[in-house]
């Protein structure tokens, strides 16, 4: 495993780390998410992603038992937790957001959940229009003095509102977001390439970015159809076909395809390859997994090799087929 500083901070995270979205507390069973985080940890893997909103809490509830079980050391590992969508199905207004009142429920929640006496990350899941950012940035800094978090961040926030966060925090003397949780992958690169171009050097902005194989479509595991036992044939999550597949102007389908015909020429499995080519980004602090069995993880493992392996004309290649 190789190891990489979150942003500017101390804090060492392993460069792939592996999150429970969609997998736990729906998808698989307790026990194999247990044998996913026992793989994951004997591999080197130091950081756990979650959310208040996975599978409505029971992702943190299976996560936390599984590391408890496993007897993870506390001061060896990190675990995450994220707030704004809410925990239940319907979330009454007070019940999700990030008002002082919801951000601070909702790391109580989190901490019995996974149970933990703190969070080593936390992050708000999105920007919330209905509350101004100040009182945000005060209730994450209240956490992190009272010893419940870490380090806050953010996820899918514009780069003027981490802006806007950090200028709240110099003025008050308050913690500044410390990281960010976008979307990376081949098909989906401008946030992390454009639009936060600046905030690394500006701010020592670390990511941990999310979704390195577009929930499996640069797997090539959906050139052909939907299969039965995938994450898009999940009868909850039909809805994230959508976004996965695109539509024609977009052609993810198409670059997929493209991008598993080069890795098939290179003569390598694509769902490390794309991963690997996550983790030639500097700015990338850690590049979260998913996967719902432990042969995928483990195969998703070898993105570290590749990623030093292969030489820049192979890298040209692989972006101009997935232009
Ligand atoms: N902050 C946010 O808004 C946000 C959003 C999404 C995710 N996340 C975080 O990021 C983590 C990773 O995102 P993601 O799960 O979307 O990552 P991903 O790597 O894009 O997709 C993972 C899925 O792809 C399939 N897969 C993985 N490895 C494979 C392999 N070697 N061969 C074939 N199929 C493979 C598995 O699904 P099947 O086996 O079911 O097909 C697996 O669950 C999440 O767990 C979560 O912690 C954060």
New binding site residues.
Partial sequence: MQYRRLGSSGLQLSALS??????FGT?VGRGEARELIAAAWDHGINFF???ET?ANGEAERVMGDAIADLRLPRDGYAVSS?VFFGAVDGPRPMQRGLSRKHVHDACHAALKRLRVDYLDLY?C??PDPETPIAETVAAMDALIRQGKVMYWGT??WPAAAIREAHKIARAQHLHAPTME???Y?LLHRERVELEYAALYAEFGLGTT???????????G?YNDGV?T????A?SRYTWLQRGVFGDEASRRTQRARAFTSVAEEFGV?P??LA?AWCLRNPHVSSV??????V???L??LEALDLSERLDQIAWDRIEAATA
Avoid: M
């Avoid at 577009?214 to 797997?219: D, E, I, K």
């Fill in positions: 592996f999150g429970a979205w969609v997998t998808q992603d979650n959310a996975y994220k992050y899941h999105r996820s899918e949780q976008p979307q992958n970015i999310w979704s390195p194989l577009a929930s499996g479509l640069l797997t595991k299969p036992d995938s994450r898009l999940q499995p769902a490390p991963i979260i997994l998913g996967a719902s069995r042969a995928q993880l195969q998703n």
